[in-house]
Every structure is written in C-alpha cells, then in structure tokens.
C-alpha cells in the first residue's frame, strides 16, 4: 500500500523539490501539498493542493481525514536569519507546528512524522571539525534553540507514545529550482543566481567561512530515504547527522569561474557571520551511513556544473 502523504510549507525551498519527487514514487494524488500561501504552477497542477497554517491542528486534523493521510513531511519553519529578527514569532510556528503534528500522531491519526532538524543545533561550544553524532548542543540563534527543542520532544513522542518520528540535521541546502528563503547559508543559493545574472556578487560572509552544503537533490534522496527505513534501522529519534561536502565562500566562486571566467566576488559580512561562525565547518554523519546506508552523490564540482546548466537552460 502507498502512503498517503502529507507535505506541511511544501512551497517552501525544500518543500517545493521533495513535494514533485515524492509525487513522482508515490503517485500524484497520494501526495497532498499544502503552505499558508499558494504553490509553484507545477506544485498546483500536479496535484492536490491544500492552504493550510502549519500551527493549525484542527486544519490539519481535517485535511488528514479528508485524504486518509498516513505520513505527514513538516517543513514549515522560519530559518535563521528570519527568526533573529522576528523571535518570538519563529518560536511559536517552529514549535507549535512540531507539537500539532506530534499531536495528532499520538492520537493515532497518521502513522509516520517526518521533520527537519538543522546544523543550527549546534554553537560555539560544539567541536567545529566533524562534529559527532553526540555532542554539545548550546545554540545561539532563535532557530537553533527551536531546533534544538524539537529534536527532544520528537524522542520524547517516540520514547513516551511510541510515535515514529524521524528527523535529519540539515546543513545548508542548495538548490536552483527556487530562491533563497532567509538562511544563513543562502549565500551558496544566491551565487549561482548573481553569477548568471551580473557575474557579481557581494557576499555576507567572509571568504574563509567553511560550512557543510548539500545539494538539493542529495537532500531530498536522504529524507525520503530516512522515511523508507526499517522502524528497526532508525536508531536515533532526536535527528540524525547528515553531510555531503563543505567549502568557503572563496572556494565555491573558484569552482564557479572555471564556468564563468568573468566572475567577481567581494566580501561584506554582516549580522549572519556571527551565526556562521557558531556552526560547525564539517559534519560526521556516520551514524546514518551505518543505520540505513546513507551516501551523497554530488561534490562540489558536479553540483556548480548541474546548477549552471539548469539555471541557463530556464
């Protein structure tokens, strides 16, 4: 039998992405999206499409009967540098989405929660180099502490109620397919744009700044395959380390002039480097490499490459 699922902020970056990939392995009328606002044409035609606010469990409740929904994929979140600026607005949607949806498995109504975590977890005091699966966790952003908090209630739901919940620390998601959405780590979405577009860019981060990426396609594979494991193999329920490649600001616009020799990049950093610069520059995720055989695809050469070909042919 399919899932029927339920896809919460699917217009959002990664949202828009896992929504079409989940459609095309699961069918389109077996994936439900559904933002607070409209979706992409694609999203909107390709299947149902719902509007609904992510803190709204009786929306929610409603929608789940109405479909026979047995998974729902919560994404609906405010990122980073959003949230440092609207505080107490980000706590209320990052939690209150999280504990309706755990809700609402508790009580039976869906049988799979999907929900991101973040790299933001993580802060000054977290071993910066390949930081563990097992760590110091003291964030100094509004996200991060939300992030941090919800991967306790999700074990929490898991150890109390039995709810199988599932959870990825995200690092820096980069994709073509949509713009940058508040994040910290948008400077690596922003580039490919700018290169094409002005063959400049300003960044707002300095050029030695290492952080962990992923490319949008890896990211989506890894969740999807996360929510395809064995109940068995998924031995961590607080969200597990996820990685693929990390490079600096310098290194992404070397990679991206062998394409465009033209290219010029400057620095200016601002309030985000201080976020930056609590995270970690490189990930171990072991632990989902051992648990359900997770492996990346794209380094940073195939993934400029991918990108700057996408983003011409459009």
């Known amino acids: 039998m399919n899932p029927v699922i339920l896809v919460l902020g699917a217009s959002g970056q990664i949202g828009t992405e896992l929504t079409q990939k989940l459609r095309k392995i699961y069918g389109n009328t077996n994936v439900i999206a559904s933002d607070i606002r409209k979706g992409s ?15 709204d469990k009786q929306t ?8 026979k929904v047995t998974q729902v994929y919560l994404l609906a979140a405010m990122l980073s540098a959003t949230a440092e600026k609207m505080p107490q607005k980000a706590w209320n949607l990052n939690m209150n989405s999280l504990l309706a949806v755990l809700d609402l498995a508790k009580e039976k109504h869906i049988e799979q929660v999907y929900w991101p975590s973040s790299i933001a977890v993580f802060g000054p005091l977290t071993p910066k180099e390949n930081t563990p699966q097992q760590t110091v966790m003291q964030p100094s952003t509004v996200y991060g502490i939300s992030k941090v908090s919800g991967e306790f209630w999700c074990n929490y739901y898991h150890e109390k109620f039995g709810v199988d919940v599932r959870s990825l620390r995200y690092p820096g998601i980069i994709s073509w397919k949509t713009k940058p959405g508040g994040g910290t780590t948008d400077y690596a979405v922003d580039i490919y744009f700018k290169a094409l577009e002005e063959q400049k860019f300003e960044c707002f981060l300095s050029e030695n700044t290492r952080l962990p990426m992923m490319y949008m396609n890896d990211a989506v594979d890894a969740t999807i395959q996360l929510m395809q494991a064995k109940p068995e193999d998924v031995k961590i329920r607080t969200a597990y380390n996820l990685s693929a490649i990390d490079f600096t600001p310098q290194e992404i616009a070397e990679e991206i002039k062998k394409h465009i020799p ?11 480097q201080a976020i930056a610069d609590s995270w970690p520059s490189s990930i171990d995720d072991s632990e989902a490499r051992k648990d359900w055989n997770w492996k990346h695809n794209f380094d940073l050469k ?3 490459e991918d990108i700057l070909n996408n983003l011409k042919e459009q």
Do not use: C, W
């Open 41 to 55: 044409d694609e999203q909107m035609s390709s299947g149902p499409f719902e509007i609904i606010d992510a803190t």
């Open 60 to 67: 929610i409740l409603e929608t789940v009967i109405k479909y």
């Open 262 to 272: 033209n290219f010029e990049i400057s620095y200016n950093p601002d309030f985000r």
């Open 302 to 304: 195939s993934m400029t």
